[in-house]
């Protein structure tokens, strides 16, 4: 079944698909009435923090007493109850956001706020739900073996600002940030993080249409953060919100995670939300599913679960762990399947790079030999060690099973190590061939330190 739709996927020409894909869409909405027509809905979309602002966003309108669904990679809420997303999918298909977005509104919910990828606007899945709120955490690049170039990835995004809605949340700090303010909306906000600018693993972006690479001056920022202070129980940073501060103390760790917080924020003030209200909606996430999430069952090291999965997401969670370790960074990570080949390499040489001890695994495979890329991964590993001696058997390893691969972290972490485990996150499936395979992270974790000779 897999080859058939992978030979329809290069015979059948991209229009035709996109095509197919607006037809379904329009079904969709008749058969539940366009029930986004009766909501206010908050659109994220970007490479990296999607979830997690989304997330943010959702506890913040949450606080201030609106009644809020949402759909994200790792939660549903229809406006009264919360459960776990298991689809590997962000933005659902048609059939699936609308029935969603149906019973929130049988539910009496007002606000609805949606999690956005290039693939889900490219193949229209969002046709015929009014943006209110359209809001841009970053854009690198991913899902190039959809879009193929960075250019076609970035434009893919861009349909979303396209769209008419009233407010523009856009980070002022990525060189995009002008062309997606330049599209029409009612009320215009830029954020960024002060005294620092953006970095990526690769040096390669396509240049906005227009050819500028331009942040947006920073006169023309509406939400800041300034003394940004991260420790692994959280952050902290003074938001500046148009003339407006406060002090912020997120659970979550990272200076990335700020940004995700900043978008939030601006979304929630464009919505006439007051300061206070989104201060206290910022600090109530407890955490975000496996982003940057610390796994505490009492041993004396720590663990970190992350979704990291794009260069540049593992280069700020490497950045972010390193000058808070005393001990050794033991990283787990591997690659996935049939997403944009090239990057394997990269993210093996960042685990290279930066940690002291690798082991590379198997990542959701989907259709692909799982070995082979775990061979680009290990290429890519040997390269970003540079100067640094990685010894297989010692510091090095290559473990097929995943399970396996995070045990012997474990047994292998001491008192002021960290375990960083990357790319699955707060999944609980495995995608192998066509099938979701139950499998998660978390509980390998769990059933491992409930053994005492591994707790230390």
């Known amino acids: 079944m897999e080859a058939i739709k992978n030979l329809l996927r290069q015979i059948v020409p991209r229009p035709v698909v996109r095509g197919w894909h607006w037809l379904g869409a329009v079904v969709a909405n008749l058969i539940y009435f366009f029930p986004g027509r009766r909501l206010r809905v908050f659109a994220v979309t970007g490479t990296d923090g999607k979830t997690t602002t989304a997330l943010l966003l959702h506890s913040i309108l949450t606080t201030a007493r609106r009644k809020v ?188 995670h700020v940004e995700n917080a900043l978008a939030a924020a601006a979304a929630a003030h464009g919505a006439n939300i007051p300061l206070d209200t989104i201060v206290s909606g910022l600090e109530a996430l407890p955490a975000s599913p496996g982003r940057m999430e610390l796994v505490d069952h009492g041993q004396t090291y720590a663990i970190v679960l992350d979704y990291a999965h794009t260069p540049d997401a593992l280069k700020k969670v490497f950045e972010t762990l390193r000058p808070l370790v005393k001990g050794r960074i033991i990283h787990v990570g591997g690659a996935t399947g049939r997403r944009y080949p090239e990057k394997r390499p990269l993210l093996g040489a960042l685990a290279g790079r930066y940690a002291d001890i690798v082991i590379v695994t198997d990542e959701d495979p989907y259709d692909e030999d799982p070995s082979a890329i775990m061979a680009d991964v290990v290429a890519g590993v040997k390269k970003g060690a540079g100067q640094k001696s990685l010894e297989h058997g010692t510091n090095f390893f290559t473990i097929l099973d995943r399970a396996e691969a995070i045990r012997k972290a474990l047994s292998l972490a001491k008192a002021t190590d960290l375990v960083l485990i990357t790319g699955k996150g707060d999944e609980e499936v495995m995608v192998v061939g066509s099938k979701l395979v139950p499998y998660s992270d978390r509980k390998v974790i769990e059933e491992v330190l409930e053994r005492s000779d591994v707790v230390r």
């Open 69 to 256: 669904g949402l759909m994200s990679t790792v939660r549903f809420s229809d406006g009264k109850e919360l459960w776990r997303n298991d689809t590997k999918l962000g933005t659902q298909n048609p059939f699936v956001l609308q029935r969603l977005l149906r019973r929130m509104v049988a539910n009496r919910a007002t606000e609805a706020v949606l999690e956005v990828t290039s693939i889900g606007l490219d193949q229209h899945r969002i046709w015929g739900i009014p943006i209110d709120t359209a809001i841009l955490t970053n854009v690198t690049s991913d899902h190039l073996e959809y879009h193929h170039t960075k250019e076609a990835y970035r434009q893919a995004k861009e349909t979303l600002f396209v769209l008419p809605h009233r407010v523009s949340v856009v980070n002022g700090d990525d060189p995009s940030a002008a062309v997606f303010l330049s599209y029409p909306a009612v009320r215009k906000l830029a954020f960024r993080v002060k005294g620092t600018s953006r970095s990526s693993f690769t040096s390669e972006e396509s240049p906005p249409a227009g050819g500028s690479t331009s942040q947006v001056s920073p006169e023309r920022l509406d939400v800041v953060a300034r003394g940004v202070r991260v420790s692994l129980r959280g952050t902290r940073f003074r938001l500046g919100l148009n003339g407006e501060s406060a002090e912020v103390n997120l659970k979550l760790i990272g200076q990335f």
